[in-house]
């Protein structure tokens, strides 16, 4: 497979595009070229041509309207995404043999993959950022308007995929210089988007078998490591009768944890540890909760642990009735 795309300064869009390609497609090459002969040597070719069809990818064209539903418009990681991004992670699923991944998985990963990756690429890329937010936001007053417009300086320097690409763009560099920083690039990107793959294949498997655990109770029982917190967030009103979640820790014993009060809020709890367990360790947080193998209580509040699953199913009891309810 021989995949082109522009020479000169590179972007977020065309890179990460080639990094799914690439992985796709394992005995690849890429050029970079804007002469017209040079790049109908290709397979594929993205994001330069102006030109749209089974074999051209180019979203600056001015008969190019793809866009989501939710009205971002396609540049050039999202297309490749949108095209090849299925096929993409059953070959993930294949190589890191991971089991259990129905069609509706492999759907729920692709669009978790666009939403959390491709969709801020192309944001990025195709100059809708501030519009899109506009219209997301939509501010009502100078004030608003003021709090909105610190907020977008404060993320353009954002360590994000955009603002990390544009880095390996060096200056003063020759044009083979710069076609080795892209090829980097597409290398480094190629490990982040794997790796990103298997987490979100791993992610909807584990939120699925959260669901299914879960039976509308105010304490989320589990005995796996599960995302359960992203479970929580993307469902949330599943659980609006929940308030706490009993879990095995990764290095020892149990942990009791409060659910966030929203999505967009985990840091305020729905429901914060009895202020005199707070910061608590072993016999102290023993001696205050009436109970034997406790382990500690944050200081904030938001989570706790015992030794054993019956102890800390009784510190989540406890910290049912005794904690302090936003």
Same mark, same amino acid.
């Given at each position: 497979?021989?995949?082109?795309?522009?020479?000169?300064?590179?972007?977020?869009?065309?890179?990460?595009?080639?990094?799914?390609?690439?992985?796709?497609?394992?005995?690849?090459?890429?050029?970079?070229?804007?002469?017209?002969?040079?790049?109908?040597?290709?397979?594929?070719?993205?994001?330069?041509?102006?030109?749209?069809?089974?074999?051209?990818?180019?979203?600056?064209?001015?008969?190019?309207?793809?866009?989501?539903?939710?009205?971002?418009?396609?540049?050039?990681?999202?297309?490749?995404?949108?095209?090849?991004?299925?096929?993409?992670?059953?070959?993930?699923?294949?190589?890191?043999?991971?089991?259990?991944?129905?069609?509706?998985?492999?759907? &729920? @990963?692709?669009?978790?993959?666009?939403? =959390? $990756?491709? %969709? /801020?690429?192309? +944001?990025?890329?195709?100059?809708?950022?501030?519009?899109?937010?506009?219209?997301?936001?939509?501010?009502?007053?100078?004030?608003?308007?003021?709090?909105?417009?610190?907020?977008?300086?404060?993320?353009?320097?954002?360590?994000?995929?955009?603002?990390?690409?544009?880095?390996?763009n060096l200056p003063n560099v020759s044009a083979q210089e710069q076609n080795r920083n892209?090829?980097?690039?597409?290398?480094?990107?190629?490990?982040?988007?794997?790796? &990103? @793959?298997?987490?979100?294949?791993?992610? =909807? $498997?584990? %939120? /699925?078998?959260? +669901?299914?655990?879960?039976?509308?109770?105010?304490?989320?029982?589990?005995?796996?490591?599960?995302?359960?917190?992203?479970?929580?967030?993307?469902?949330?009103?599943?659980?609006?009768?929940?308030?706490?979640?009993?879990?095995?820790?990764?290095?020892?014993?149990?942990?009791?944890?409060?659910?966030?009060?929203?999505?967009?809020?985990?840091?305020?709890?729905?429901?914060?540890?009895?202020?005199?367990?707070?910061?608590?360790?072993?016999?102290?947080?023993?001696?205050?909760?009436?109970?034997?193998?406790? %382990?500690?209580?944050?200081?904030?509040?938001?989570?706790?642990?015992?030794?054993?699953?019956?102890?800390?199913?009784?510190?989540?009891?406890?910290?049912?009735?005794?904690?302090?309810?936003?």
């Amino acid at each position: 497979m021989l995949i082109a795309t522009h020479d000169g300064s590179f972007h977020a869009d065309e890179a990460t595009a080639c990094a799914v390609l690439t992985y796709i497609y394992e005995n690849s090459q890429i050029i970079r070229s804007r002469d017209p002969l040079e790049l109908e040597k290709a397979d594929i070719i993205i994001d330069v041509s102006g030109i749209n069809d089974e074999k051209h990818f180019d979203h600056h064209s001015k008969d190019f309207k793809l866009s989501r539903e939710n009205g971002v418009n396609y540049a050039t990681a999202g297309l490749m995404w949108h095209h090849f991004g299925l096929e993409y992670l059953k070959k993930i699923a294949h190589e890191f043999a991971i089991e259990n991944v129905s069609p509706k998985i492999l759907e &729920a @990963a692709f669009k978790r993959i666009d939403k =959390e $990756i491709m %969709i /801020a690429v192309d +944001l990025n890329d195709n100059g809708q950022l501030n519009s899109y937010l506009d219209n997301l936001i939509a501010p009502k007053n100078k004030e608003e308007q003021e709090i909105f417009d610190k907020l977008n300086a404060f993320y353009l320097n954002e360590p994000s995929i955009p603002y990390l690409v544009a880095m390996m763009n060096l200056p003063n560099v020759s044009a083979q210089e710069q076609n080795r920083n892209f090829q980097s690039t597409v290398k480094i990107l190629r490990t982040l988007l794997q790796n &990103a @793959a298997v987490n979100a294949l791993y992610t =909807e $498997i584990g %939120i /699925a078998r959260v +669901l299914e655990l879960y039976d509308g109770s105010e304490i989320l029982i589990i005995h796996e490591r599960l995302p359960w917190s992203s479970a929580v967030r993307e469902h949330f009103e599943t659980f609006k009768n929940c308030y706490l979640a009993v879990y095995p820790d990764r290095k020892r014993g149990w942990r009791v944890q409060a659910l966030p009060y929203s999505p967009s809020n985990r840091f305020k709890n729905k429901i914060t540890a009895p202020k005199a367990w707070c910061g608590l360790n072993d016999e102290q947080l023993d001696e205050a909760t009436g109970l034997k193998g406790t %382990i500690f209580v944050h200081r904030s509040g938001f989570t706790g642990g015992a030794m054993d699953y019956e102890t800390n199913l009784e510190l989540a009891k406890k910290w049912l009735k005794l904690g302090d309810r936003a």
